[in-house]
Nanobody, 119 residues
Framework: QVQLVESGGGLVQPGGSLRLSCVASGSRFYVHNMGWYCQTPGKERELVAL???????NYTDSVKGRFTISRVNGKNTVYLQMDNLEPEDTAVYYC?????????????WGQGTQVTVSS
């Protein structure tokens, strides 16, 4: 069994910062891509940022220059540094990992963490 556990969400004022963390835990697994998605009520989950094992990154346009994704492969951990937050960033943020476990490669998701940007 592999689980993704997130932390770091909360309430912040516009212009503030938050740092999300996510660790993949379990045994006998190998993580490929990791990333973050977000979802607001009535909308589909959408990509925020992805990072490969080699450190290559991909960001959605609305967060470029404000958010930074990083990872520590040896700890199976991914981070999302969120700076200059805007009210439009308010959403539930989900950790994502594409990984090998039990002889197959699948997508895994965390439980979600709420980020609220409001004055």
């Amino acid at each position: 069994q592999v689980q993704l556990v997130e932390s770091g969400g909360g309430l912040v004022q516009p212009g503030g910062s938050l740092r999300l963390s996510c660790v993949a835990s379990g045994s006998r697994f190998y993580v490929h891509n990791m990333g973050w998605y977000c979802q607001t009520p009535g909308k589909e989950r959408e990509l925020v940022a992805l990072i490969g094992r080699d450190g290559g990154t991909n960001y959605t346009d609305s967060v470029k220059g404000r958010f930074t994704i990083s990872r520590v492969n040896g700890k199976n951990t991914v981070y999302l540094q969120m700076d200059n937050l805007e009210p439009e960033d308010t959403a539930v943020y989900y950790c994502y990992a594409n990984l090998w476990f039990g002889g197959r490669r699948d997508d895994y998701w965390g439980q979600g963490t709420q980020v609220t940007v409001s004055s």
